[in-house]
């Protein structure tokens, strides 16, 4: 299996351009095996659940005839267009390798700059709008992702502790994920310079041949990880375990049940201005196969 591409300069120098197809192959490879062994080993070796009543840790401020919300309009808004940004640039970026022509370039950057301006829109929106302390990682993250995985191992049924607003799985990837997006963005804006676009005139000499292999390779590095990523991100979103999270990405609230279920209210504290909603809201329905008593390690 190759990992780079190069090839001879007009000065004979070997340089980069990229990296070697395979590795999209092994990205796709990976995620699949991954999904497939997370779902072997939920099934036949994650130790069995019972169910989890949150009735004794009910918080004052959250009533029986309310829904909690867990992710606000404008964050919902930012995920999903953010969604079909990402969707669109690893589209356009692998299909063409499989011999799929199209006009993928220009497709390509518009997609990165709608991506770009997503990105910006989450972290202002995070910083000046929502307590975004809630993803940094403390020591009480560690000691409870340290219970999983010995509970995991040990066929021990879940600790009765739970997380506050996102878990130390959700951190862990979405900090990964920023990382390689600003990497693929930040490297993307760079080869803009080697394209027209509205922008600014093509200019292929703002870097060295050297420095633009080095550019290439980070960039496809970047993308062949978000394959695994996303795919990953897919299969827990549509597992009946997780669907109450994915119904909360879509209708932005969870259930008193499934709050108490599986957030520590200590840790997580509900603003019951935030929880109002209307009358019809004592029907509060789960997706199908939703059980919030179902816990698996993720």
Not at 61 to 82: I, K, Y
Not at 152 to 180: I, M, N, Q, T, W
Not at 238 to 263: N, V
Request: positive net charge.
């Amino acid at each position: 299996m190759e990992f780079l591409r190069r090839a001879s300069n007009p000065w004979d120098q070997q340089v980069m351009l990229g990296i070697a197809w395979d590795l999209m192959w092994l990205a796709l490879a990976v995620g699949i095996v991954f999904v497939v062994g997370h779902a072997i080993s939920v099934k036949w070796f994650a130790p069995k659940t019972t169910p989890v009543s949150g009735a004794a840790a009910a918080p004052s401020n959250v009533q029986a005839s309310e829904r909690v919300v867990r992710h606000a309009a404008p964050a919902r808004v930012f995920h999903w267009l953010m969604s079909l940004a990402m969707f669109a640039l690893l589209i356009t970026a692998f299909v063409p390798v499989i011999g799929i022509q199209f006009p993928w370039v220009t497709i390509h950057w518009i997609a990165g700059i709608g991506l770009l301006l997503t990105v910006v829109y989450h972290v202002v929106h995070a910083i000046t709008r929502e307590d975004f302390r809630s993803m940094v990682i403390g020591a009480a993250d560690v000691q409870e992702g340290a219970r999983s995985v010995r509970g995991f191992f040990k066929r021990l049924p879940p600790s009765p502790e739970k997380a506050g607003k996102y878990p130390l799985d959700h951190k862990l990837y979405h900090h990964s994920v920023s990382v390689v997006t600003i990497g693929a963005i930040a490297t993307g804006i760079l080869m803009m310079f080697r394209v027209d676009t509205p922008f600014w005139e093509r200019n292929p000499y703002i870097l060295s041949d050297q420095l633009w292999g080095v550019t290439y390779v980070v960039h496809g590095v970047c993308g062949v990880a978000l394959i695994t990523m996303t795919l990953a991100h897919i299969y827990f979103a549509i597992r009946p375990e997780k669907r109450w999270i994915t119904r909360s990405m879509i209708k932005g609230w969870i259930t008193r049940q499934e709050f108490l279920a599986h957030h520590d209210p200590t840790r997580w504290v509900v603003d019951s201005s935030a929880t109002r909603v209307p009358a019809d809201a004592t029907r509060a329905s789960t997706l199908p196969g939703t059980s919030p008593e179902k816990q698996s390690v993720s």
